[in-house]
């Protein structure tokens, strides 16, 4: 089980960079009717997985120091 929570970690750390970098390939432009067109939704999708990794990466940190015996 502690090595699963490592493994999640990585997992939502990688999906957060992707989701970051998604949004940067895809970009944003005006349309004619000045419009702005950008996929920000990725923005708060890749936070809210960030915040994830880092929750669950700093339980998996705790629990790995832990005695063995919890």
Known sequence: MKKNLGRLS???LGSSLGGLLAFRLI???VD???V???PFFLL???VLLA???????????VWR???DRL
Request: charged content about 15%; overall charge negative.
């Open 44 to 46: 708060p999708i890749s």
């Open 65 to 67: 120091q832990a005695p």
């Open 27 to 29: 970009g944003s432009h």
């Open 10 to 12: 990585l997992v939502l």
């Open 32 to 34: 004619s009717k000045g």
């Open 51 to 61: 915040d994830a990794e880092a929750a669950t990466g700093i339980t998996a940190i």
């Open 36 to 38: 702005l067109r950008e």
